[in-house]
């Protein structure tokens, strides 16, 4: 996603930043024209928190500073382009999976709902491209948006996946065969 830097964050470059993120595609954020930005011994921290800001759904993704016209930067491009293509291929161990979500759930438990708390009984990553975790759970529903997101940053804090996009799903535990028919 290329963003003029002089200019910063317009409505097309969300509304194209939205569509990045329907699509679950991988991304890099580029700040073209940095050559014309004031620059400064912060400014580039600066810009990062007004970028991230703009595009917070896509705090995942990799900033980089380039110009076209003088060719500053332009050499970081395509390596971060190859990092953030092989986080989407990225798996995780299922064991190192389930001892992240253990370590999740013991440091903030999931909220009750109705006199009910969530239990997570194991994690899977059945899929990359993206990278896709189930979650076997007691009850779907029990899931709240703010607690999934904590699992998403938990994972990320294990595993940064780098500019792509994860997705987190919450499956009911099938009970054995034997004791549904009984």
Request: aromatic share 10%; charged share 25%.
């Amino acid at each position: 996603l290329v963003i003029d830097g002089f200019e910063g964050v317009r409505a097309q470059d969300t509304h194209a930043a939205g569509a990045i993120l329907d699509e679950w595609a991988s991304a890099v954020v580029l700040i073209n024209k940095w050559d014309l930005v004031e620059q400064g011994a912060d400014r580039m921290s600066e810009y990062t928190g007004w970028v991230r800001e703009a595009l917070r759904f896509l705090d995942y993704v990799p900033v980089l500073f380039i110009s076209a016209l003088t060719g500053r930067g332009v050499h970081r491009v395509l390596p971060t382009a190859l990092d953030v293509w092989r986080a989407r291929f990225h798996r995780i161990r299922t064991s190192e999976l389930n001892r992240v979500v253990q370590e999740a759930v013991a440091r903030h438990a999931p909220p009750s709902k109705r006199g009910r708390r969530l239990k997570i009984y194991y994690a899977s990553q059945p899929e990359v491209d993206p990278p896709t975790f189930v979650f076997h759970v007691n009850d779907p529903d029990l899931v709240h948006f703010s607690y999934e997101r904590y699992l998403e940053n938990r994972l990320r804090e294990a595993h940064p996946f780098p500019g792509t996009p994860i997705r987190l799903l919450f499956r009911p535990r099938r009970r054995p065969t034997a004791e549904r028919e009984s």
